[in-house]
């Protein structure tokens, strides 16, 4: 009588462990690992083979043969049953991570669905509203199709919202219908949402009404913040969160000043420029210039096509762009920089961690102190290798060491490669004279209500409540 030996049960069993120490380790640390069950999930399937290799050597070694009256068969049931928990555990406990990917779907949907007002023509004052903050209240959630967002905080008890409607390509007697059809909701509870509700026009009922908002959240209170619009620019100033800080938007800027929390966005077409963060740092935008300084927390930072600027950060950094230059001032931690199409400038005063710099095409350029520690392997293909420290250069490479050599720095390259040693640190400071203006506490709406104004004017006059 033939045995049947089920193979896969070791293999169901690991990988049951390891999504409850994952989960742990999440809970614990406050940290995202549940994630990397999306990266790793080969790896299910070289277990169950290393297993059936295993089972298959002992048994051959033990009997002197390889079958001995047993047969090996997968336990089908134990993988699939193991698989179903684990895909069951990350659905509940990653619901956030889908939700926002399916916002950043329906921002392209939208954007690529409407026509959208710009901010001119009939303008409206859209009042106000008061939403009550409770001591069980921990998110706020703002949507909007069309508009600029603005959030600030200042002295106040509730949040309140003040909001200027524009309708443009349309006469003023269409206008007005549209203005008194349009109006700002909210909910309150644990959860805040805020949400203007427009009346679309035009060819179709494509063309939406500009909303541009001013949120107001009191100085004592923290928030998670989730801010969507799938047209306008996105600007946090002084915010501080809970734990996380969601921003989405589909065309326009995104602009974080002063804020306290793991900030993490997108845009498809705009600039992002971040400045005093306390907290990781996660942002991608297929077209736009990227600006970051000061951080005190992990960097990444993602471009299509756009120049990336970033100095004084204190945690490890990823910065990536196809077809742009780069420019980092003094890294204290790790470094992984690429680009496709253009220049790398990497100016430090000390190095505190292992680089890894990449450039397809353009000019890499580094600037190391002279009492570093650090071993350098670097190649050009195609440029000139020069360096102020005295590095071996045979042909298309460069290598040597400074110091104790305890970090390791790789450059690979297909245009010149400059190695330049800092005598004198002398590290520039970024120009924050470009960042948004803060609005002071005079713009600050004094006493909004829940009444939506109908008055309206002709012209291109500026949007004040927000700007």
Do not use: C
Request: net charge neutral; proline share 4%; glycine share 8%.
């Amino acid at each position: 009588m033939h045995r049947k030996i089920r193979v896969g049960r070791y293999t169901s069993s690991l990988l049951l462990m390891a999504v409850g120490v994952l989960l742990i380790l999440d809970v614990v640390q406050h940290t995202e690992y549940m994630l990397q069950l999306l990266v790793w999930w080969p790896v299910i399937f070289v277990l169950w083979g290393l297993e059936y290799l295993i089972f298959f050597g002992v048994y051959y070694r033990k009997e002197g043969r390889p079958d001995n009256g047993r047969r090996f068969r997968p336990d089908l049931k134990g993988i699939v049953s193991a698989l179903v928990v684990a895909a069951a555990v990350f659905i509940v406990t990653q619901q956030n991570h889908y939700m926002y990917l399916w916002n950043r779907v329906s921002l392209n949907l939208t954007a690529a669905s409407m026509d959208f007002s710009q901010a001119k023509g009939n303008r409206y004052d859209m009042g106000g509203v008061l939403v009550p903050v409770t001591m069980q209240t921990s998110d706020l959630v703002v949507d909007s199709v069309n508009g600029d967002v603005t959030l600030i905080r200042r002295p106040v008890s509730n949040v309140e919202v003040r909001a200027t409607l524009w309708v443009d390509q349309a006469p003023a007697a269409e206008a007005d219908k549209i203005a008194q059809a349009s109006s700002l909701t909210s909910t309150d509870g644990k959860t805040i949402q805020i949400r203007p509700e427009v009346q679309s026009y035009g060819a179709s009922s494509r063309r939406q009404p500009r909303t541009n908002m001013l949120i107001t959240v009191p100085e004592d209170r923290r928030f998670n913040m989730q801010i969507r619009t799938s047209n306008g620019d996105i600007t946090l100033n002084g915010v501080d969160a809970i734990d996380s800080i969601r921003l989405e938007s589909g065309n326009g800027n995104l602009t974080v000043n002063d804020a306290i929390g793991n900030v993490k966005g997108v845009t498809l077409n705009g600039r992002i420029k971040l400045h005093r963060i306390t907290g990781d740092v996660d942002m991608r935008t297929n077209r736009g210039d990227m600006q970051a300084g000061d951080i005190e927390g992990t960097v990444a930072l993602r471009t299509m096509v756009g120049d990336i600027q970033l100095a004084r950060t204190e945690g490890d950094i990823t910065v990536d762009t196809q077809n742009g230059d780069m420019n980092v001032l003094n890294p204290t931690a790790k470094l992984n920089a690429n680009s496709l199409n253009g220049g790398i400038k990497v100016h430090s005063e000390q190095v505190g961690g292992d680089w890894k710099i990449y450039s397809a095409v353009g000019d890499i350029a580094l600037e190391l102190p002279s009492n570093g520690d650090f071993q350098l392997e670097g190649s050009s293909s195609y440029g000139n290798l020069r360096s102020d420290f005295p590095f071996k250069i045979d042909s298309k490479s460069i290598s040597g060491q400074n110091g104790t050599s305890k970090y390791s720095i790789n450059v690979e390259g297909n245009s010149n490669l400059s190695i330049k040693k800092l005598l004198l640190p002398s590290l520039p400071g970024l120009d924050e004279s470009a960042g948004t203006n803060v609005p002071n506490a005079s713009e600050t709406p004094a006493a909004p209500s829940e009444s939506p104004a109908t008055g309206a004017s002709n012209g291109s006059s500026s949007d004040n409540a927000v700007r």
